[in-house]
């Protein structure tokens, strides 16, 4: 909101946002509440990215996010609704986060609700000191998430106010050192001698963070874990409701948003952006923001720093997240989320080296990431290359 204020108020766009993800139309929706005018360029002809929702041969599906979290009073959605001038979000709550399925058959779902402690108790009677660790936690870092701190200043005045708002979260919180090592070791060194527990915190870590408890830092292992207690919503029609808003307020505020617009070449003129588009839309502004992968920026802008340039490789190794959707059910539900390894860990020797197990609960058996959902009637075809697109995060 800084940079906002300072963005001088022309005739001409003054921000265009290249890409229309849930990112770039939350950037572009506040951006233009606050009265600075905005040009959204989406490449595809929907807005949310991989939180849109899309028809397809007369069904609706949810490209990529499903259930959505950040809604509870004062968390980070309320925040974006203010500066977005959005007064009411197209949710319900959902008291359901998660459902674990372990492989003794226990179904664990895991509810916001205070029923918790007396589940972890009689389920996994040594996980209290964790799940104390991780609440706790996890709150100190919302608490100091939502003070909005700029995590890379770019300016002394940035700095100062980065440096203030830290230091009054350090006094009024008083955090332990142990956050500190938090940040280098692991969540797995914070987890009790229990495998099954140990299976039981991977499976959620996979869905929420990607990776297994030995590879998550425990500081972010705390805040994923955290998700049923922060206002976990299901977006009504729809993960792309979100993104509809958010459109319809860019709109409202006389901000644009063009679609089938994928912009091929960006150009820093002295002053000035130069935005050109596939179907040769060309605009000028004076600042960009890109809701792009940093590959994907360097990919349209020849003259790159190499700070940018030198991140352009994809992550050698990581998970990828999917979405299965029986062919009986018209809606998608959280439950037919899955995660499978990719890049070079991908393969049957990773996953058992894991010992996972990705299970679909809607049809109650394994679904295997990877197996052809062509063999399986329940499954279209079509939507079998949807699910293969699920990108990776
Ligand atoms: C299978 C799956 C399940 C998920 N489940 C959840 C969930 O349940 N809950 C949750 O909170 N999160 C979930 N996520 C994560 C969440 O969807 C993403 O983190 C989020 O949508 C990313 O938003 P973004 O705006 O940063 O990027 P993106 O959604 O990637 O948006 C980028 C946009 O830029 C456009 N674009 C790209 N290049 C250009 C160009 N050159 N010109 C113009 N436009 C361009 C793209 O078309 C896209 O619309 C899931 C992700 C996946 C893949």
Do not use: K
Request: aromatic fraction near 8%; include cysteine; hydrophobic fraction near 45%.
């Amino acid at each position: 909101m800084t940079l906002v204020a300072s963005i001088p108020r022309t005739t001409e766009p003054s921000v265009i946002v290249i890409g229309g993800g849930i990112g770039g139309l939350a950037a572009a929706a506040a951006i233009a509440n606050a009265g600075v005018s905005v040009i959204v360029l989406e490449a595809h002809v929907y807005p949310g990215g991989c939180a849109a929702t899309f028809r397809h041969r007369g069904r609706w599906y949810d490209a990529g996010a499903t259930l959505l979290a950040g809604f509870a009073p004062g968390g980070p959605m309320q925040l974006l609704g203010r500066a977005a001038g959005i007064r009411h979000w197209p949710v319900r709550p959902t008291e359901l986060a998660l459902t674990v399925y372990l492989e003794d058959g226990t179904v664990v779902a895991r509810v916001a609700r205070d029923a918790r402690w007396d589940f972890y108790r009689s389920a996994f009677p040594t996980s209290l000191p964790f799940w104390h660790w991780q609440e706790a936690t996890a709150a100190l870092l919302w608490d100091f998430a939502l003070r909005l701190p700029e995590i890379q200043p770019r300016s002394w005045a940035s700095l100062r106010e980065t440096l203030s708002v830290t230091g009054e979260w350090l006094l009024r919180s008083r955090p332990s050192p142990q956050l500190l090592l938090d940040l280098l070791r692991p969540v797995a060194r914070r987890l009790p001698e229990d495998p099954r527990f140990r299976r039981f915190v991977d499976a959620q870590l996979l869905i929420a963070a990607q990776a297994t408890a030995d590879e998550v830092y425990a500081l972010y292992g705390a805040a994923a874990l955290d998700l049923p207690n922060r206002g976990v919503v299901e977006p009504a029609g729809g993960a792309g409701a979100i993104a509809r808003t958010l459109v319809d307020a860019v709109r409202r505020h006389s901000g644009t948003v063009h679609f089938r617009q994928e912009v091929v070449e960006i150009e820093r003129t002295q002053r000035t952006w130069r935005v050109r588009t596939q179907r040769g839309l060309e605009l000028a502004a004076t600042h960009v923001v890109a809701d792009l992968t940093p590959w994907a920026l360097a990919r349209l802008w020849n003259d790159a720093p190499a700070a940018l340039r030198r991140r352009t490789e994809r992550p050698p190794a990581g998970w990828s997240a999917f979405l299965t959707v029986p062919q009986s059910r018209r809606q998608p539900h959280a439950g037919d989320h899955g995660v499978a390894p990719s890049g070079p860990r991908a393969g049957t020797a990773r996953r058992r080296e894991l010992g996972l197990r990705l299970v679909e609960p809607g049809l109650g058996r394994d679904a295997r990431p990877g197996r052809s959902a062509r063999r399986d009637p329940e499954h279209p075809h079509d939507l079998h290359q949807l699910v293969e697109a699920g990108a990776n995060r």
